[in-house]
């Protein structure tokens, strides 16, 4: 099969998974950011007491909601997650999640098991690496140069 026929026919327990971090509702911003920080990963999971999932905490919100000073790092997670619009199950094709991020310009897709539960995270990062494997040839990692060539001018 091709790669468009794979994406819309493909499940997407096909795609490079990342773990979840789980954030229980109610505990702090400063602890979720915490454990995002210690795991290098942009989005948290916020789970109820049963650990179904109820929203997805990201930097970018908190960011935003920093430079506006509406909140403070001890306040609960809960008044800066997102909802659950943004989850899919593995059984889900890939197309699905590519639309439902290109849609709602998402970054994270939290995958969940039939009763709501959290079991991965997914997203741009998985998406690419999906397309890194379909076209290894074309795909090149390159050094990211640190220095200026003698021929390159610095400055004006």
Same mark, same amino acid.
């Given at each position: 099969?091709?790669?468009?026929?794979?994406?819309?026919?493909?499940?997407?327990?096909?795609?490079?998974?990342?773990?979840?971090?789980?954030?229980?509702?109610?505990?702090?911003?400063?602890?979720?950011?915490?454990?995002?920080?210690?795991?290098?990963?942009?989005?948290?999971?916020?789970?109820?007491?049963?650990?179904?999932?109820?929203?997805? =905490?990201?930097?970018?919100?908190?960011?935003?909601?920093?430079?506006?000073?509406?909140?403070?790092?001890?306040?609960?997670?809960?008044?800066?997650? =997102?909802?659950?619009?943004?989850?899919?199950?593995?059984?889900?094709?890939?197309?699905?999640?590519?639309?439902?991020?290109?849609?709602?310009?998402?970054?994270?897709?939290?995958?969940?098991?039939?009763?709501?539960?959290?079991?991965?995270?997914?997203?741009?990062?998985?998406?690419?690496?999906?397309?890194?494997?379909?076209?290894?040839?074309?795909?090149?990692?390159?050094?990211?140069?640190?220095?200026?060539?003698?021929?390159?001018?610095?400055?004006?």
């Amino acid at each position: 099969m091709g790669l468009r026929a794979d994406i819309l026919n493909q499940p997407i327990s096909e795609l490079p998974l990342r773990p979840v971090i789980k954030v229980q509702s109610g505990q702090s911003i400063r602890q979720a950011m915490q454990k995002m920080l210690e795991a290098m990963l942009g989005c948290a999971v916020v789970v109820d007491a049963q650990g179904r999932y109820i929203g997805k =905490f990201t930097e970018r919100r908190l960011m935003a909601a920093l430079l506006q000073g509406s909140h403070t790092l001890d306040g609960p997670v809960d008044a800066l997650m =997102f909802g659950t619009q943004d989850c899919v199950l593995p059984t889900d094709h890939i197309a699905l999640m590519i639309q439902m991020m290109e849609s709602r310009k998402l970054r994270f897709i939290v995958v969940v098991d039939a009763e709501g539960r959290p079991v991965a995270l997914t997203g741009q990062k998985g998406v690419m690496e999906y397309l890194a494997e379909h076209f290894p040839r074309q795909v090149k990692v390159q050094k990211i140069e640190s220095k200026l060539h003698l021929d390159q001018r610095e400055g004006a």
